[in-house]
């Protein structure tokens, strides 16, 4: 579980009472993870996708997406290098021809050998699949385990009814657990101090605040989702600062420099498996979700997408025009993605166990801290590294 020779159990007892998410290098297996957008596998199509480890090939067929282990189950060769459906309900090995049906994983047939025993008697892995505000959502974890449904792990209001969804995805060279982490971050707004997104919309940014415990809503509800909230104190936030002993050396952006003359209400969570929200980004009655999907030990997936609630089709257009048009450009490519180049600058760090007892948190880093331990205290499982995949 924790490959650093050098880390010794004195050192592991710092990390107790997380110690299961400082394990989940691959994530945490038997949840829902986002796979792709609806729009990126038509009709047809296959699309393959490496999650928490796990080597996938999907189809959409008559407009229902499968998934399945990309591996046959003979020889392991990739299924993906040469799909070969002869028909909507199967895929043949283009190897020996061992054909598999999309819908339950059976053997159905083996073309190079039609009276083998084998057949309808072996299966390969398939996957639960879920596809709500266009995005595919793929359950990873054990064959036996009854998946839950999918509002469990997305956050709340993500599934609202007139929700407009609307974003894009990239794959980040850093461990997965640095997105949500970075969300929750409570003094990272320095890091955002010169992005054009604030000059675009005239926002106010602080280069930090004082954290208080109190701000800290944890929601654990039996039947729903598992998330910590950061109601965030707006009261005590840091414009200047001071360094060695020079009076206003860093300067944020203040509020009465908007000319609104009003604060703007706006909360961060984090959602079991790894999902971001931040209500009131990047304007008002506009929220962002941030789906962290694990690919390995050193890679994630990142869904930086952003929801309005649109009382008819004409609104939902209008949002989904500002997105391609203000928020894509402004929002994802400049404000998100110094966040993304900060996760990638972390990881030449953590990517050693002991970083993870070595690093030297601040006393509003609380929120991580608590995050990690609401990881421990309700995950499914924790997904192994794979070695064959």
Not at 150 to 169: I, K, M, Q, Y
Not at 284 to 297: G, R, S
Request: glycine letters at 8%.
């Amino acid at each position: 579980m924790i490959q650093d020779s050098f880390v010794d159990e004195a050192l592991l007892s710092r990390v107790k009472s997380w110690r299961d998410y400082f394990a989940a290098k691959v994530g945490f297996k038997n949840h829902w993870y986002a796979a792709c957008f609806s729009r990126e596998l038509p009709e047809g199509e296959t699309l393959t996708r490496t999650m928490l480890g796990e080597n996938l090939l999907l189809r959409r067929i008559r407009g229902k997406v499968y998934a399945m282990k990309d591996r046959c189950i003979h020889r392991g060769v990739r299924l993906s290098e040469k799909v070969e459906c002869h028909t909507d309900s199967t895929i043949t090995c283009w190897y020996h021809g061992f054909t598999f049906r999309w819908a339950d994983g059976m053997l159905t047939n083996i073309v190079g050998a039609p009276e083998s025993r084998l057949i309808g008697k072996h299966k390969i892995k398939v996957y639960p699949v879920e596809e709500a505000k266009g995005v595919v959502f793929v359950f990873v974890g054990d064959d036996n385990y009854n998946a839950p449904p999918l509002s469990h792990d997305v956050p709340p209001t993500f599934l609202d009814e007139d929700r407009a969804v609307e974003g894009e995805n990239f794959v980040i060279a850093a461990n997965w657990r640095s997105g949500p982490e970075g969300g929750i971050d409570e003094i990272h707004r320095y890091l955002h101090r010169d992005s054009t997104l604030l000059l675009n919309v005239k926002g106010a940014l602080p280069l930090g605040h004082v954290g208080v415990k109190a701000q800290c809503e944890k929601v654990e509800d039996a039947d729903g989702p598992k998330g910590i909230i950061d109601h965030f104190n707006a009261d005590k936030m840091y414009f200047e600062a001071e360094i060695d002993g020079v009076a206003g050396a860093v300067t944020g952006i203040r509020f009465a420099d908007t000319g609104t003359g009003k604060k703007r209400t706006v909360s961060a969570s984090c959602w079991l498996p790894g999902v971001l929200r931040v209500q009131g980004f990047p304007e008002d009655e506009t929220t962002l979700y941030e789906f962290y999907t694990p690919i390995d030990e050193t890679r994630h997936r990142c869904f930086m997408t952003m929801g309005r609630r649109c009382a008819d089709e004409d609104e939902a257009l209008q949002f989904r025009s500002r997105f391609v048009t203000r928020w894509k450009p402004y929002a994802i490519k400049n404000f998100l993605m110094q966040d993304v180049m900060a996760r990638e600058s972390t990881q030449h760090f953590y990517r050693h166990d002991r970083a993870w007892l070595e690093e030297v948190l601040t006393e509003e880093d609380f929120m991580i801290i608590e995050w990690r331990k609401l990881c421990a205290r309700h995950h499914r499982g924790v997904q192994p590294p794979s070695r064959m995949d």
